[in-house]
């Protein structure tokens, strides 16, 4: 296998299982979360009218075939935009390569372990080729939740179904020339659409495979290939840690350029919001073309938006609360007349985890803060099992994972 993939399929780390284990939590919260959003419901609906083999279970209930299941539920567990990041991926493993894995998990009667290690092997594999297509890949324009995405959620499915090393190797040139996704889509119900194409994509292509397609296994990185058309740069890890181990999970209903500014503005005495006469805030420049719309109009849109969110944080609205990222909240006379106080600059010497906030009124405060500030794994695993209760009212989520049976976790999905 090529050097980007090799350290995926090596034996895992206790640590590596244990931070998968809490992304499934979060990712199955998120899907659980999001039945009812708009995308969801389209897309579930189209899979149910088409009909066919009812292999693998839905967010929302119902069983479609597994290629159509891990289209719906990747694009409903990425509906609230509130699922893992990786900013060394620049993107969410989780949602294309969890969907992925459970619906081929579920149709093949894999068990948790097997499954288990499938979604941690296919996110650390789209994590590296994430790092493999690096920034010239996502700021021309490309999603890599998407693009990278489907590498490994195809690495998860030919896990799961026992792909040799040859079958893996055209199974991830065949997807090679399925892989899309465009960060155009951004602020609509494109965006989440795209993880699920990334999990469908990785079924289709490694359930191809283990029937013999032949597809040309130098199409990720030889001429013509993937990286290279799709602007990649070409620079595999250079560390043979787990990068899955440095996820970040969101603890606002937001982009998660945003985290950073809301968790200093958290560290600023309010005050009175009347005072306020300006409030700066300086970013990395890659977040100024994803989350810096500067007139939202809907709540989605306010998800990808500094002026909004500040000025919702400022206000006292949770910007952990999905019910914060109301269409009506877009147009209220005093979040509207607080957002036009905010500015929004960049600056290339802070790190992409990093912002800084300066608010004017009499005087002046400041805070900055850094989204790769270390979280012990047990305050980690607190933070993400209160996350699952407000998200889904109880703690089936974290009881269906702790009780490590496939079973129990489709079951959840009805």
Not at 320 to 336: C, F, H, K, T, W
């Amino acid at each position: 296998m090529d050097n980007w993939l090799s350290p995926a399929l090596r034996e895992p780390t206790q640590e590596a299982l244990e931070i998968m284990r809490l992304s499934l939590v979060d990712w199955l919260a998120c899907g659980l979360a999001g039945v009812d959003e708009p995308v969801a419901h389209l897309t579930r609906a189209m899979v149910l009218d088409e009909g066919g083999a009812e292999q693998s279970s839905l967010f929302g209930g119902g069983k479609a075939p597994a290629r159509a299941a891990a289209l719906v539920n990747g694009a409903t567990s990425h509906a609230l935009d509130y699922d893992d990041t990786h900013f060394a991926h620049i993107g969410h493993p989780s949602v294309a390569v969890n969907s992925a894995a459970l619906a081929v998990a579920e149709r093949e009667g894999a068990d948790f372990d097997a499954f288990l290690r499938a979604c941690l092997a296919g996110c650390e594999a789209s994590i590296r080729f994430g790092v493999l297509l690096g920034r010239d890949h996502y700021q021309i324009g490309f999603h890599q939740t998407a693009t990278a995405g489907a590498f490994g959620a195809t690495v998860a499915a030919g896990l799961l179904l026992g792909l040799s090393d040859a079958q893996m190797r055209h199974a991830l040139g065949l997807v090679s020339t399925r892989a899309s996704g465009l960060k155009s889509q951004f602020g609509t119900m494109g965006k989440p659409y795209n993880a699920g194409i990334a999990a469908a994509n990785g079924v289709e292509a490694a359930d191809l495979a283990r029937r013999g397609f032949v597809s040309n296994p130098e199409a990720l990185i030889g001429q013509n290939g993937f990286v290279t058309t799709h602007h990649g740069r070409g620079v595999e890890a250079s560390t043979d840690d787990w990068l899955m181990e440095q996820i970040s999970h969101k603890f606002h209903a937001c982009c998660h350029g945003l985290h950073a500014t809301l968790e200093a503005l958290a560290m600023l005495d309010p005050g009175p919001v009347k005072d306020i006469q300006k409030i700066e805030i300086t970013t990395h420049p890659r977040w100024m073309t994803v989350c810096n719309q500067h007139s939202p109009k809907t709540g989605l849109e306010a998800k990808f938006s500094y002026r909004a969110v500040t000025a919702l944080a400022l206000l006292g609205h949770d910007t952990a609360s999905l019910d914060s990222y109301r269409d009506e909240l877009m147009q209220d006379p005093e979040v509207l007349a607080l957002m036009d106080k905010v500015a929004v600059t960049s600056e290339p010497s802070l790190a992409e985890t990093e912002a800084r906030v300066v608010v004017t009124r009499q005087g002046v405060a400041n805070a900055s803060f850094d989204l790769n500030t270390p979280l012990s794994l047990q305050t980690r695993s607190d933070k993400i099992r209160a996350k699952a209760q407000v998200l889904t009212g109880d703690d089936r989520v974290w009881q269906a994972v702790q009780a490590q049976e496939l079973t129990q976790i489709v079951g959840l999905l009805g």
